[in-house]
């Protein structure tokens, strides 16, 4: 079974700062990998996703995130952080579940706060 | 608007009382999920089904009960709620499953129960 860590429970970064969220995934086979942001009292929204098609994968909203086998990660990063971005972001993995069957698994969240 | 939209957004209920949760997406999705976020924002799957099929019933106490009557509904039916189950649900559907994989999921923006 796969499974996604998410380093970080909070990070805090002032407006105009990189942003770097961090995710790492356990699996054998290539991963089917997602970020979603979820905004105070909203849904999640898909920011972006690894299909294996390109390690670097451009998203919504200027982030970008980049698969490293090697290091069995899937990063965000946005270069320059808005006051807009402050949200929950949860990695998620598409994986076969005990059942045999095949859901997104997510993992606990990186609650990014932005200061003026 | 194309969109898993649920109803309702707030429920606040006392303890024993039966509840139920709609959701209908518009998407043409073949898959839909019910998903508990809990206090601590960690996002579980409960339940899953494909053209009205459960597929994924993830160890959720019987008192939990999905009904698709269609492919573009799933409604999710509570028994005798408890303090415990004051959480997020969150709907959430995909394209079929051989091209869902590596698609990501529509989520709605969620139902916050309260068991009072």
């Known amino acids: 079974a796969q499974s996604v860590t998410q380093l970080g429970s909070h990070v805090s970064v002032s407006e105009g700062a990189l942003v770097l969220l961090r995710c790492n995934y356990s699996s054998s086979v290539p991963p089917y990998l997602f970020w979603y942001v979820q905004y105070p009292n909203q849904g999640l929204q898909l920011l972006l996703k690894y299909t294996s098609a390109a390690t670097l994968v451009k998203g919504i909203n200027g982030f970008e995130a980049e698969f490293k086998k090697s290091e069995t990660s899937f990063h965000l990063t946005k270069p320059s952080a808005h006051m807009s971005d402050a949200a929950e972001y949860f990695c998620?993995?598409?994986?076969?579940?005990?059942?045999?069957?095949?859901?997104?698994?997510f993992g606990s969240g990186t609650r990014l706060q932005v200061q003026p | 608007d194309t969109a898993v939209s649920q109803t309702p957004k707030y429920l606040v209920t006392q303890m024993g009382n039966d509840k139920s949760i709609k959701c209908e997406q518009n998407?043409?999705?073949?898959?839909m999920y019910w998903y508990k976020q809990d206090s601590k924002k960690f996002l579980k799957i409960m339940f899953s089904?494909?053209?009205?099929?459960?597929?994924i019933n993830e160890t959720v106490p019987n008192r939990f009960s999905p009904k698709s009557p269609d492919k573009a509904h799933l409604n999710l039916h509570i028994n005798s709620l408890e303090l415990g189950d004051s959480a997020v649900y969150f709907c959430?559907?995909?394209?079929?499953?051989?091209?869902?994989?590596?698609?990501?999921?529509?989520f709605g923006s969620g139902t916050r129960l309260t068991v009072v």
């Open positions: 998407l043409g999705h073949d898959t």
């Open positions: 998620a993995v598409s994986e076969v579940l005990d059942t045999g069957r095949r859901a997104l698994t």
């Open positions: 959430a559907s995909s394209p079929p499953r051989k091209t869902g994989y590596n698609t990501g999921y529509t």
């Open positions: 089904y494909n053209n009205k099929e459960l597929i």
